[in-house]
């Protein structure tokens, strides 16, 4: 199959397109290169063709022979998604929406959105499900909720989305992220010896390995077209819903003689439980292979094989907000969020 990818210099996009390729598939991957500096370790046998392109930007040229897409190429994370609100829409609503017009109108069949769990923002006590409301309480959150409102509605014989909402991610990338919640408490174990939240860490957020999400999404490009058809998924293990004391927990007795302690409630009131029974009935192929101590015991053993520094640790290239304020401070990217010149960085 031919597959485009996009944010594939990314958490994510750089676990998925080596595992597209050696299944096999054709991969053409889109990046626009903001975290090419966010570089842990070399742990990609297969990398593919890449336009340097800003999803903005794309052609229906640049879409040409594409049987499948799989977008994954956004602003991510709620903080990033503060800092300049007007143009996380611009990309992350408008950019997608334009993305998945142009792939109906090139005759891709298959187009997989990479949603969040994050549009379910607060909830009460039970698990919530695909069926259950969804209450976004960031730019980021509420942006994936549009797309997934927008692209709907064009689903039809010849145009087959399927939305995958991600449990927050873990684990190790060559493309590293330290702004997800285990990664990070990990990193601070690693470099600091110690774990200080400043919430009591009662929140509950469930957890998917990245490995995990990107078996979920071949699992989707696999399965009948009918199973998938214009529906949503959440992607994780309904056991993999920790609260964030638990995760800290869990970081603090892996990484040996680590110090973990809380703080009083804290401001971000997100806390939510979710089911995803819906994923493993419909992609029966699909099993979460990690849980949070595995995935913290193999990021102790990649800070281990690069002697991780507490410099590694907090460099702008591996938290999103940092990297996107130093491409700002520097100049490197204009108010939209372009390239100036449209020049890209070299890897």
Not at 264 to 275: F, I, L
Not at 308 to 323: A, C, H, I, V, Y
Request: proline share 5%; hydrophobic share 40%; with cysteine.
């Amino acid at each position: 199959m031919k597959i485009l990818v996009t944010g594939t210099e990314g958490y994510l996009g750089s676990l998925l397109a080596p595992l597209l390729m050696q299944r096999g598939h054709e991969v053409t991957a889109v990046d626009t290169g903001f975290y090419k500096t966010g570089w842990l370790y070399h742990g990609a046998p297969l990398t593919p063709r890449t336009l340097n392109k800003d999803i903005r930007h794309l052609t229906s040229e640049d879409l040409e022979g594409i049987e499948a897409v799989v977008h994954m190429a956004e602003l991510s994370n709620d903080p990033l998604g503060e800092l300049a609100p007007h143009i996380t829409y611009e990309i992350n609503h408008l950019g997608s929406v334009h993305l998945a017009q142009l792939a109906k109108a090139a005759g891709v069949t298959r187009f997989v959105y990479m949603s969040s769990c994050s549009v379910y923002g607060v909830a009460d006590g039970d698990y919530v499900t695909e069926d259950s409301p969804v209450n976004p309480q960031t730019a980021y959150a509420i942006c994936k909720t549009l797309v997934e409102r927008d692209l709907r509605p064009m689903a039809g014989d010849n145009f087959s989305p399927t939305f995958m909402r991600n449990a927050t991610a873990y684990g190790a990338s060559p493309r590293m992220r330290f702004d997800i919640v285990l990664n990070n408490l990990s990193g601070l174990a690693w470099t600091t010896g110690e774990i200080k939240l400043v919430s009591d860490g009662t929140p509950w957020r469930p957890l998917v390995h990245g490995l995990d999400i990107a078996q979920a999404i071949i699992c989707a490009l696999d399965a009948p077209r009918d199973n998938v058809h214009n529906q949503i998924f959440n992607v994780g293990d309904t056991t993999h819903n920790y609260t964030v004391k638990e995760i800290a927990e869990i970081v603090g007795k892996v990484f040996t003689g680590c110090q973990v302690t809380f703080g009083q409630q804290g401001a971000d009131n997100r806390s939510y439980r979710v089911s995803f029974e819906k994923i493993r009935s419909a992609l029966p192929d699909f099993k979460c292979q990690w849980d949070a101590r595995r995935g913290a015991e193999q990021l102790r053993a990649i800070f281990e094989q690069v002697a991780m520094t507490p410099e590694t640790f907090n460099s702008p290239g591996f938290t999103r907000l940092k990297q996107l304020e130093y491409l700002i401070r520097t100049r490197q990217i204009d108010q939209n969020f372009f390239w100036k010149n449209g020049t890209v960085p070299a890897k």
